[in-house]
């Protein structure tokens, strides 16, 4: 039974935090039964460890898709309704006195993975890796082609709650003091360590036309909702995206970036990063994309997102 309707995203620019911060959110639920609740207003910190384990019965998540895909991959009761391309700043950096400027220029250098042990999953080791496969995959060469060395970040706040974003303290040392070669980053704080360190961008991943080499932990960004919330709440589910459509489609460029759906090309996309995270062991085994995703939710929130008036499901027979 849903007694509670909750909502979480990750910092990353996303759909759900448009709507979230143009009062949209409010607006449709802030009065309606059940409530709808932020996870990180919690003050219940088992309750935010569900932004990545997905065990909570009314939550919508909409963030990275690492933690997404781990969660599914263990077995967590989800189903996939939308993704979105996501665009963040990612880049490779090197030292200015590397000579290396250009991806091909990592042939046969150090590179540095931050390893999290205390995480339930390391999020910033997946995506620096396959930051580097991506940067790397451009010059022709793969990850045997460098040498990977993993730098501990095992901070206390980190092994408590997962919830540390990232600020690539670790890797950002070690490229200081010459330790690697190179480092990759992402968002504001991965800006603050090529600026800080006047860092070569060896490759700028984030703004690749190509999905394919953008392709990381936020592209695409995944929308996932528990299964009973689904199976019970169709009709949450569908006013939810609803919203998300509404408030991505006043924003301009940036919300068009950010709109929700499940095209074939965002699942292409997907596919590929979840066959990375199994091979390199980030999640326990295969998530069949096809039986994880049901697009009757985005569609009818379509229908709703263009005119407020349509019949919408509010139960749905479990299968």
């Known amino acids: 039974m849903i007694?509670?309707?909750?909502?979480?995203?990750?910092?990353?620019?996303?759909?759900?935090?448009?709507?979230a911060r143009a009062g949209l959110l409010e607006a449709e639920f802030g009065h309606g039964e059940p409530p709808l609740r932020?996870?990180?207003?919690?003050?219940?910190?088992?309750?935010?460890?569900h932004h990545f384990e997905h065990g909570l019965a009314g939550?919508?998540?909409?963030?990275?898709?690492?933690?997404?895909?781990?969660?599914?991959?263990?077995?967590?009761?989800?189903?996939?309704?939308?993704?979105?391309w996501g665009r963040q700043y990612q880049a490779v950096l090197a030292r200015p006195d590397s000579g290396i400027t250009a991806p091909a220029d990592l042939a046969g250098r150090t590179v540095g993975v931050p390893c999290s042990p205390g995480r339930r999953v390391d999020v910033p080791a997946a995506a620096a890796l396959r930051g580097f496969e991506r940067a790397l995959h451009t010059a022709g060469l793969g990850l045997a082609d460098v040498r990977v060395l993993t730098i501990p970040?095992?901070?206390?706040?980190?092994?408590?709650?997962?919830?540390?974003?990232?600020?690539?303290?670790?890797?950002?040392?070690?490229?200081?003091?010459?330790t690697v070669d190179a480092i990759w980053v992402r968002g504001q704080a991965g800006e603050a360590v090529r600026d800080a360190l006047g860092a070569?961008?060896?490759?700028?991943?984030?703004?690749?036309?190509d999905p394919f080499v953008r392709a990381g932990d936020g592209t695409p960004i995944l929308i996932?909702?528990?299964?009973?919330l689904l199976e019970e709440r169709p009709d949450l589910v569908i006013r939810y995206l609803a919203v998300l459509l509404r408030a991505t489609r006043r924003c301009g460029e940036t919300g068009r970036a950010l709109e929700p759906g499940l095209?074939?090309?965002?699942?292409?996309?997907?596919?590929?990063?979840?066959?990375?995270?199994?091979?390199h062991g980030f999640i326990d085994g295969h998530v069949d994309l096809g039986t994880w995703a049901d697009?009757?939710?985005?569609?009818?929130?379509?229908?709703?997102?263009?005119?407020?008036?349509?019949?919408?499901p509010r139960q749905r027979n479990r299968r």
Not at 200 to 209: I, K, M, R, S
């Open 263 to 279: 095209d074939g090309d965002r699942l292409a996309v997907l596919a590929e990063q979840s066959a990375f995270l199994e091979l």
């Open 224 to 228: 996932t909702v528990h299964a009973d």
């Open 59 to 84: 939550l919508i998540r909409e963030g990275g898709n690492v933690s997404a895909l781990w969660a599914r991959a263990r077995g967590a009761p989800t189903r996939l309704v939308a993704l979105a």
């Open 3 to 19: 007694d509670g309707l909750w909502y979480t995203c990750c910092p990353m620019p996303t759909a759900t935090a448009l709507a």
């Open 295 to 312: 697009p009757r939710p985005l569609q009818c929130a379509g229908e709703l997102a263009a005119d407020p008036r349509p019949t919408i």
């Open 153 to 178: 970040d095992c901070s206390e706040e980190i092994t408590a709650t997962g919830l540390t974003a990232d600020d690539h303290r670790s890797v950002a040392a070690a490229l200081a003091t010459g």
């Open 38 to 49: 932020r996870l990180q207003d919690t003050a219940g910190r088992r309750l935010l460890t």
């Open 200 to 209: 070569v961008e060896v490759a700028a991943l984030g703004d690749h036309p």
